[in-house]
């Protein structure tokens, strides 16, 4: 995934994705013991950034061919807005679809958004309350967050939630420059897939770890009433954690986070097999939804769906369900 900040930046051939599952998944380090930051000691965390409702509105929103290869034609916010693909509910829910009414011809495009925020990062404490993600055959939605460089992936890639098709188990990965590993035996709930987070348009892997809770992605996170994801960026590492709707600590709700409460994690980058600084800076936070493409598309045909993945964009009955619903994202410093 890439974002789309300037105009250089949406020109590039961003990762075809955090997916692969090639001989680049081998572990090809020896691993090493790790406490991990949050366990170590507690810090006091402040809001820098609360969006909700119609602070999503004012992203930018990516208008651009997808650099991924889907079938989709990303709207502009205005078009966005007046065909109903990005509306805040009453209840300041902000909801951005995939079309799921127009005819679209077999293998055409439809229409969908992508969005990246204003503000840039290089640290911080990020939670995300989603009410529901996008799920249904063809689709491949992400959360995650990438570095504004035109050289990608030089100032990184973190791939918060990802997934396609029918998947129900997320997978959280990292793209970097060269020198780059995922080096570290510290328990988690995820497991790991690959361990070699340099990354480049013909090798774009990553490591990564898949989770292996079923309401972490798709239709299984959607009917336990959605969840949080939080990640705590640092020069220690990026840590991940997942909560289900019925397990939201209250520290998070109340807005006083403290990770040192949270349990063990789903997923843990540590920098002693990479230098997180100097390997992720500047990212802009993003949320899309495409179709088919570099890997929804390949693994279209061993997801459980019918046809072919060119046959279920025609179909506008597969994106019903294909919608972020999102209560807030608030980073914190």
Do not use: K
């Given at each position: 995934m890439i974002h789309a900040l300037t105009a250089l930046v949406l020109a590039l051939p961003l990762t075809a994705s955090a997916v692969h599952q090639d001989s680049s998944f081998r572990r090809r380090h020896a691993s090493v013991a790790h406490t991990p930051a949050y366990m170590r000691r507690a810090a006091n965390y402040t809001i820098k950034d609360h969006f909700v409702g119609e602070d999503f509105l004012s992203w930018t929103f990516y208008d651009s061919s997808d650099p991924t290869g889907g079938l989709v034609t990303y709207l502009d916010a205005q078009s966005a807005i007046d065909n109903g693909l990005a509306t805040v509910d009453c209840d300041n829910v902000t909801t951005l679809a995939v079309d799921a009414n127009q005819t679209v011809a077999t293998g055409g495009n439809r229409n969908s958004v992508r969005?990246?925020?204003?503000?840039?990062?290089?640290?911080?404490?990020?939670?995300?309350?989603?009410?529901?993600?996008?799920?249904?055959?063809?689709t491949w939605p992400a959360y995650w967050t990438v570095g504004t460089t035109a050289d990608w992936p030089d100032a990184g890639e973190i791939d918060i939630?990802?997934?396609?098709?029918?998947?129900?188990?997320?997978?959280?990965?990292?793209?970097?420059?060269?020198?780059?590993?995922?080096?570290?035996?510290?328990?988690?709930t995820g497991h790991?897939?690959?361990?070699?987070?340099?990354?480049?348009?013909?090798?774009?892997?990553?490591?990564?770890?898949?989770?292996?809770?079923?309401?972490?992605f798709g239709a299984g996170f959607n009917a336990a009433g959605g969840g949080v994801y939080a990640h705590l960026w640092n020069s220690d590492g990026i840590t991940v954690w997942f909560?289900?709707?019925?397990?939201?600590?209250?520290?998070?709700?109340?807005?006083?986070?403290?990770?040192?409460?949270?349990g063990t994690a789903?997923?843990?980058?540590?920098?002693t097999g990479c230098?997180?600084?100097?390997?992720?800076?500047?990212?802009?936070?993003?949320?899309?939804?495409?179709?088919?493409?570099?890997?929804?598309?390949?693994?279209?045909?061993?997801?459980?769906c019918p046809g072919t993945c060119e046959d279920a964009v025609a179909n506008s009955t597969n994106f019903v369900d294909a919608q972020w619903k999102i209560n807030y994202i608030s980073v914190y410093q």
């Open positions: 969005i990246s925020s204003p503000e840039t990062y290089s640290s911080g404490l990020f939670i995300a309350d989603f009410a529901m993600m996008p799920t249904g055959c063809g939630i990802e997934g396609v098709n029918l998947n129900t188990e997320n997978q959280i990965t990292l793209h970097s420059g060269a020198d780059c590993t995922l080096n570290s035996t510290a328990n988690t790991i897939l690959g361990t070699e987070c340099t990354s480049s348009a013909d090798a774009d892997s990553g490591c990564a770890y898949q989770q292996d809770d079923t309401t972490s909560f289900s709707r019925d397990s939201i600590p209250s520290d998070i709700t109340s807005q006083n986070p403290d990770p040192t409460t949270w789903a997923a843990i980058f540590p920098s230098d997180i600084s100097s390997h992720f800076y500047d990212h802009a936070i993003v949320l899309d939804t495409t179709i088919c493409g570099d890997w929804a598309g390949p693994a279209y045909s061993a997801s459980g």
